[in-house]
């Protein structure tokens, strides 16, 4: 559901530029409640997908008759139609069916040949399919990614839709709003409405119960005009009621495992703050302009999917490990026990009042807490800077100059790094890691030899291309350059794997040669030579970027880990 709320900046961009279109969703039979809400659609086709991921892996992922008739089923009403333009965004394996067997003129997503090889052909889609691979270097947030894989001229000012929404009108007006705030006793306009939302996909994800039952009393005791209200699943209400039952409070409203996703809507849209892990109700939050604290724990990556909105809060563990690795299951999971409840009582206070964020949330330095706060940055894209100071370590600069370098490669400003931005982070911090500067050289020499490869790629491409125009046939010469091609191929790919950030360009590198839609020597000698030219852009801009940060990063003052 998060996803799908993510998905409508896409939307409206769609629509904005090509307001004559017909758009048509294509959602699982599970999301057909949050439907209505979406805006800029004008046909919803709910499908149900129940056993074709099974068919699928029992068929070893191959496109058989069989496959291909359970198909047929899901899609009926949808293959004879004519699209011009069919967009997946998905990255599940099985999704890449989809767009093999639509009717469109224009694919934009991961999709499958002939041959079974998994293909894209947008720029955003493959560094997407790439990233979560390694989800410790995604770190272009999905709003940002769904928006631009489709290119539309918008003027020099590259204007993007920075913003994702739910139509509450569209799905049942203003009557049904008031009757499902009234049903609930919600329809108190002088209550201050305090929305805890305690459900996370994952155990690893969640904020400990008793902290949330702590900090309901916090609110309850400070103001006889607050009331806080418990959101969650069905899977929820176990963890509903023992917080219900520990503060014992008439003003708290148990709805985990009650409302519908449409009395959600209006619930979390009627609410003064919504307190909430990173969850398809945080998106709800966001979508319809409520307040935000967002409470990160374990193996959620906030720079992917954190809230796509300027001024957001987001408080996560100050302890080296997070996020966790996808794959890791933490036997001792301590980040959930640093965010203390009585810490996000009083950043709450700070939010209904509208104190000034900086200023309030300076306290929480050295307290095993980070506060974050979320922006648009020059290139459009949303950030989050930290809000106390800290010290720069390398795994944060990492992640900053390999943000910067994608936003600007996708945004196709080669030659001007917004030297503002680097300045920007960089005040967020107090003093550096002693060995960060020589950890980041040492990079630098990995990125100097990757770049050396993509030449000889380039290079031997090139013959290629003259062998394709003057002796197409000869088998012991193309045997010979693809031979080198490979073999280029694999030293790249052990080079960059020692650093996560390399390694995820040499993904995107290895999802470009593997889209390689020609069969002839000529085609695929251009395709691969693309490949490298766009690996070695890459590789450039982020070693420009990481040289930018090194120069400014001297005029710091550094201070040595005792």
Request: hydrophobic share 40%; charged share 25%.
């Amino acid at each position: 559901m998060g996803d799908l709320i993510q998905s409508t900046a896409l939307f409206k961009k769609i629509k904005s530029a090509y307001p004559e279109s017909r758009v048509k969703l294509l959602i699982s039979t599970e999301f057909t409640e949050i439907a209505p809400f979406l805006p800029y659609i004008d046909e919803i086709k709910a499908i149900d997908i129940t056993g074709l991921s099974e068919l699928l892996k029992a068929n070893n992922f191959e496109f058989t008759l069989d496959v291909l008739n359970a198909l047929s089923v899901i899609f009926e009403g949808i293959l004879p139609v004519n699209y011009d333009l069919a967009v997946n965004l998905s990255h599940d394996e099985f999704s890449v069916y989809f767009l093999y067997i639509l009717n469109s003129l224009k694919n934009i997503g991961i999709s499958i040949t002939r041959e079974g090889k998994i293909v894209s052909n947008d720029e955003m889609i493959a560094y997407m399919f790439s990233a979560v691979k390694n989800r410790k270097v995604s770190v272009l947030n999905l709003v940002d990614i769904y928006e631009r894989t489709v290119n539309v001229d918008r003027g020099p000012d590259k204007a993007h839709i920075n913003n994702i929404f739910l139509d509450t009108q569209k799905a049942d007006g203003d009557d049904k709003e008031w009757e499902v705030l009234k049903k609930y006793g919600l329809d108190d306009d002088s209550e201050t409405l305090i929305s805890f939302a305690i459900g996370a996909s994952t155990p690893l994800k969640k904020w400990r119960y008793d902290y949330f039952a702590e900090l309901a009393k916090m609110f309850l005791a400070g103001n006889p005009k607050i009331k806080v209200v418990l959101l969650g699943a069905g899977y929820d209400v176990q963890a509903g009621g023992y917080i219900e039952a520990a503060v014992a409070n008439e003003k708290l409203l148990n709805l985990t495992g009650k409302t519908s996703v449409s009395d959600l809507v209006y619930v979390v849209k009627r609410s003064n703050l919504l307190i909430t892990h990173d969850t398809g109700t945080m998106h709800i939050g966001v979508a319809v302009g409520t307040k935000l604290i967002v409470i990160y724990t374990g193996n959620v990556g906030f720079l992917e999917t954190g809230p796509y909105a300027e001024n957001q809060l987001l408080v996560v563990p100050d302890i080296g490990c997070f996020p966790c690795d996808f794959n890791l299951k933490c036997l001792n999971p301590v980040c959930q026990s640093f965010i203390k409840p009585e810490y996000i009582y009083d950043i709450a206070l700070t939010v209904i009042e509208k104190d000034n964020y900086k200023e309030k949330l300076h306290k929480y330095k050295d307290t095993g807490i980070i506060p974050y706060l979320s922006r648009f940055d020059s290139k459009q894209f949303i950030d989050f800077l930290p809000a106390v100071k800290t010290k720069l370590n390398f795994k944060d600069l990492k992640l900053k100059v390999l943000k910067l370098a994608l936003e600007h490669y996708y945004e196709g400003d080669f030659r001007n790094i917004d030297e503002n931005e680097i300045e920007l982070f960089l005040d967020c911090f107090e003093g550096i890691e002693y060995n960060l500067s020589l950890d980041a050289a040492e990079e630098l020499n990995v990125v100097e030899s990757l770049i050396s490869l993509c030449e000889k790629g380039m290079s031997e491409t090139k013959k290629m291309l003259n062998l394709a125009l003057k002796d197409p046939f000869n088998s012991k010469k193309i045997e010979e350059y693809t031979g080198r091609v490979q073999s280029i191929d694999l030293e790249l790919k052990y080079l960059s794997s020692v650093y996560d950030d390399l390694s995820l360009f040499n993904q995107i590198h290895v999802i470009n040669q593997n889209s390689s839609m020609s069969y002839d020597l000529f085609g695929l000698a251009v395709d691969s030579l693309k490949s490298y030219s766009k690996y070695k852009l890459q590789l450039n801009i982020f070693r420009k970027v990481s040289t930018l940060f090194l120069n400014k990063i001297k005029n710091y003052k550094t201070e040595e880990l005792i």
